[in-house]
């Protein structure tokens, strides 16, 4: 199991910025995906974006463009960094670690980060 504590949330105003970080335990280098997902309140948790092993990006519809993942593999940290934020980006911000062993996926989660975008 992958131990993840994230960090970097905050009141932010419309249109500000925001860096968040999750830590993992481990190395994540080999990790299959490293992704953020969100939860507003009364709402499912969503997908936000992912960065894959092998270095690639992804990103929900919604944040293309304004949010950018990346990660620091000798510091076993996964980045989202978070611009132009609107109020509809409100939300606990959380780090997933998904692992594949002998073909079987594995989901690790941190405990979440709040973000709140308001004037």
């Known amino acids: 199991q992958v131990h993840l504590v994230e960090s970097g949330g905050g009141l932010v105003q419309p249109g500000g910025s925001l860096r968040l970080s999750c830590v993992a335990s481990?190395?994540?280098?080999?990790?299959?995906?490293m992704d953020w997902y969100r939860q507003a309140p009364g709402r499912e948790r969503e997908w936000v974006a992912a960065i894959m092993s092998g270095g690639s990006t992804n990103y929900a519809d919604s944040v293309q463009g304004r949010f950018t993942i990346s990660r620091a593999n000798a510091k076993n940290t996964v980045y989202l960094q978070m611009n132009s934020l609107k109020p509809e980006d409100t939300a606990v911000y959380y780090c997933?670690?998904?692992?594949?062993?002998?073909?079987?996926?594995?989901?690790?989660w941190g405990q979440g980060t709040q973000v709140t975008v308001s004037s």
């Open positions: 997933r670690a998904r692992r594949v062993v002998y073909g079987v996926y594995y989901n690790d």
């Open positions: 481990e190395n994540i280098f080999n990790i299959y995906s």
